[in-house]
């Protein structure tokens, strides 16, 4: 068993001898962002999520975790300070690159946790191509959604529109990283979350057009965030 997983901190006779002795080995792969999170939340939140994940998994498994770089695509967030995004193409070239040296070495078995939603279709396309030109195995899971608590907190994010910097992510960096957490300074802060009231109105989850009415209002959505 491993007593360290992060593959930065292993030796290379440590790696090569869980390689040896693992039956089935499993690189984590975390990815994240750097951006904006609202005047309370770090910058890094995605990504010191993600390596939060990938740590605990790999505690749990056995299994080694690799955090290729900890900024992500993230053009939207360029209105607000502090953002760094990462073009598309260098994402998946990061990705494909770490995939392609880790299945050199035995590597054939890949889960990448994936925290930042502005990377998930890079991340598909990753896998998608890693699968094909490197022959491995790779998944990017997510849910449960079936669940009591899965169920409640889907219905909470249709209706507050709850992806970014509200009470989920909040409630997170309180748990893995309080010490990063400001929250008083959101004594005197003020939403800026602006959407007009009927588009609001599509979120209400309980409308069996739901489904519809929510890609109708994504494709409403400015595309940059401080709009």
């Known amino acids: 068993m491993l007593t360290k997983f992060w593959i ?63 900024p992500g695509y993230s053009p939207h967030h360029m209105g ?13 070239a990061v990705l494909m690159d770490t995939i392609e040296s880790l299945s050199k070495h035995g590597i054939k078995r890949f889960l990448v946790i994936n925290i930042h939603g502005g990377n998930t279709h890079i991340v598909n396309l990753a896998m998608q191509r890693a699968k094909r030109e490197f022959r ?10 079936d669940t009591e608590i899965g169920r409640l907190h889907g219905e909470r994010q249709k209706k507050h529109f709850d992806v970014h910097s509200g009470l989920t992510e909040t409630t997170t960096a309180l748990t893995l990283f309080p010490d ?33 009415v929510s890609q109708v209002f994504r494709a409403c959505l400015e595309p940059d965030t401080h709009h």
């Not at 004594?187 to 739901?210: C, Q």
Request: contains cysteine; charged residues 25%; aromatic residues 6%.
């Open 8 to 70: 930065h901190e292993l030796t290379r006779p440590a790696f090569e001898e869980w390689l040896k002795e693992e039956a089935s080995p499993v690189i984590i792969l975390g990815v994240g962002s750097v951006e904006q999170h609202g005047p309370h939340l770090p910058l890094g939140t995605d990504s010191l999520t993600a390596r939060a994940y990938a740590h605990e998994v790999a505690k749990r498994t056995n299994s080694v975790c690799v955090q290729p770089c900890f």
């Open 80 to 92: 607000f300070c502090g953002t760094i995004t990462l073009k598309d193409t260098t994402l998946l």
């Open 136 to 145: 491995v195995m790779i998944a990017a899971p997510v849910g449960p959604s």
């Open 180 to 212: 990063l957490v400001d929250m008083g300074r959101l004594a005197d802060w003020e939403p800026t979350f602006r959407v007009h009231p009927e588009l609001m109105a599509f979120l209400e989850g309980k409308r069996k057009d739901h489904e519809t």
